[in-house]
């Protein structure tokens, strides 16, 4: 399964909303999650199942999406969201991960 | 706590073998799928293997079968990913990472909540 996440990157002032957007080549049913990569650091899990909130992640972040198209949304963008943003599917072997959209503060 | 941290990574020569190792504490380690997930310098993550809690059930991405195998230690919390047969392609981070264990229905997800710091291997002549 190929996971086509876009933009690859994107530049907002602190505040905006943005959306980071990610397309499966097939139906990966609700088995999608979001990551944030911070710069040096290990991944963290933000959502997953589309749409469950990590315990402890901020409320700002929502996911959304069915079928092949899904979306992570950034409410209030924070300086400490500067991060890269992987989507997973974990519906079918092997799991694979997006690309990436690196977000950056204007 | 949980806590996953990785070692035993390190410089090798194309065609060499390395064991690297995921040391587990803060939850019951015997009872979760654990994963290994890679990062090339500069480049975005791939998931590379996982196993089932006891240890019966192994899943690889492609370009590894037959020369990485993943394995588990439950009486030492302990999680391994054997490499062999090292390209330069395989040069990269190797993260363990805990599976989270959501289940619905009897079907479970892969999930990973917690990660380890990750270990750096390199190959090179």
């Known amino acids: 399964i190929q996971m086509t996440q876009s933009p690859s990157s994107l530049s907002a002032s602190v505040g905006d909303r943005v959306s980071i957007t990610c397309r499966a080549s097939?139906?990966?049913?609700?088995?999608l999650g979001w990551y944030q990569q911070r710069p040096g650091k290990a991944p963290k899990l933000l959502i997953y199942?589309?749409?469950r909130l990590q315990s402890g992640v901020p409320s700002r972040f929502r996911g959304s999406g069915s079928g092949t198209d899904f979306t992570l949304t950034i409410n209030n963008l924070q300086p400490e969201d500067v991060a890269t943003y992987y989507c997973?599917?974990?519906?079918?072997?092997?799991?694979?991960f997006g690309g990436g959209t690196n977000v950056e503060i204007k | 706590e949980v806590q996953l941290v990785e070692s035993g990574g390190g410089l090798v020569q194309p065609g060499g073998s390395l064991r690297l190792s995921c040391a587990a504490s803060?939850?019951?380690?015997?009872?979760?799928?654990m994963h290994w997930v890679r990062q090339a310098p500069g480049k975005g993550l791939e998931w590379v293997a996982n196993?089932?809690?006891?240890?019966?059930?192994?899943n690889y991405v492609e370009s590894v079968k037959g020369r990485f195998t993943i394995s588990r230690d439950n009486a030492r919390n302990s999680l391994y990913l054997q490499l062999n047969s090292l390209t330069a392609e395989d040069a990269a981070v190797y993260f363990c990472a805990r599976d989270l264990g959501y289940c619905i229905g009897g079907i479970c997800s892969s999930v990973f909540d917690y990660w380890g710091q990750g270990t750096l291997v390199t190959v090179s002549s």
């Open positions: 199942a589309i749409s």
């Open positions: 997973l599917q974990d519906y079918y072997y092997p799991l694979t």
């Open positions: 097939q139906g990966v049913g609700n088995d």
């Open positions: 803060g939850f019951s380690f015997s009872s979760s799928w």
């Open positions: 196993i089932k809690p006891d240890g019966s059930e192994k």
